[in-house]
């Protein structure tokens, strides 16, 4: 599966040395953008760039915080194309260079009255977050008067362990589901076993894919249920952590015996 990772910088020169030892470690430069509003701050711009973090993230509540991130006067680095083997030491390179803590932005800015990324989306998660629950060091949380960037105190970025703030997407491209026939068979079992409750089809979508592409990677091919649900619950966990595993798991599990009954 290909994944596509973002990270926002408070200053261009930290993306640009990200970017630099992304394509220094072998990663082709025409995978990797920053992205940034630069000296032109119209509407149509910054339309554009809504629209590419759109169709990268697809409806991914990630994509207001991104748009706005770049509104504000921010970086985002993104690399795109990624393998499963090459995105961890993608992310590690990265995070050396202090990306910000964005769920902690996308607070501070609601908090100012930003309206762009409702809270309730953040349920609704369709990527794979590096988010820890380490305190990220990323610069002031306060935006220099006159400003919309947030002052930078460019100490030397500290080491990956510090937090993990660069973020990884499945490639909608890469994600099983997509299909017509994947996407009505997901649509039918939606509609006749949580409609009821209320719930929409996009709360399910991402269980029902992710037991599909489990159940299609090397690791765990051919591979029962029983063996494996202890493996799929803890990266679930990690990477959709607004999602209880409870309340997802039968459809993740529809998702596997769709590849494996």
């Known amino acids: 599966m290909a994944h596509t990772l973002a990270a926002v910088f408070a200053v261009r020169d930290m993306?640009?040395?990200?970017?630099?030892?992304?394509?220094?470690?072998?990663?082709?430069?025409?995978?990797i953008r920053l992205h940034d509003a630069g000296s032109d701050d119209s509407d149509s711009l910054?339309?554009?760039?809504?629209?590419?973090?759109?169709?990268?993230?697809?409806?991914?509540?990630?994509?207001?915080?991104?748009?706005?991130?770049?509104?504000?006067g921010h970086v985002v680095l993104t690399l795109e194309g990624a393998s499963d083997a090459d995105i961890q030491r993608a992310t590690d390179i990265v995070e050396r260079y202090a990306p910000l803590d964005i769920d902690a932005h996308a607070e501070h800015w609601r908090a100012g009255g930003w309206q762009g990324a409702?809270?309730?989306?953040?349920?609704?998660?369709?990527?794979a977050s590096m988010q820890?629950?380490?305190?990220?060091?990323?610069?002031?949380?306060?935006?220099?008067p006159g400003s919309q960037q947030f002052a930078s105190d460019m100490t030397p970025p500290p080491p990956s362990s510090v937090g993990a703030n660069a973020r990884r997407y499945p490639g909608a491209d890469n994600l099983p589901g997509t299909s017509y026939d994947d996407?009505?068979?997901?649509?039918?079992?939606?509609s006749a076993?949580?409609?009821?409750?209320?719930?929409?089809?996009?709360?399910?979508?991402p269980a029902y894919r992710y037991g599909h592409s489990m159940a299609s990677s090397d690791s765990y091919r051919g591979r029962p249920w029983d063996d494996v649900e202890a493996d799929l619950?803890?990266?679930?966990?990690?990477?959709?952590?607004?999602?209880?595993?409870?309340?997802?798991?039968?459809?993740?599990?529809?998702?596997?015996?769709?590849?494996?009954?």
């Open 46 to 72: 910054l339309d554009s760039v809504k629209h590419f973090f759109t169709d990268l993230f697809g409806n991914h509540a990630d994509r207001h915080i991104y748009a706005e991130a770049v509104r504000r």
């Open 193 to 205: 076993t949580y409609v009821a409750t209320g719930a929409r089809f996009e709360d399910y979508d």
């Open 233 to 261: 619950r803890s990266t679930w966990e990690h990477t959709y952590p607004q999602s209880a595993w409870d309340n997802f798991k039968a459809a993740v599990r529809h998702g596997w015996e769709r590849i494996t009954s």
């Open 132 to 144: 820890s629950d380490a305190s990220s060091q990323q610069g002031s949380m306060n935006e220099s």
């Open 183 to 190: 996407e009505q068979y997901y649509r039918s079992h939606w």
């Open 118 to 127: 409702p809270q309730d989306d953040s349920a609704r998660r369709q990527g």
């Open 15 to 31: 993306a640009e040395r990200a970017r630099h030892d992304l394509i220094t470690a072998g990663f082709s430069g025409a995978s």
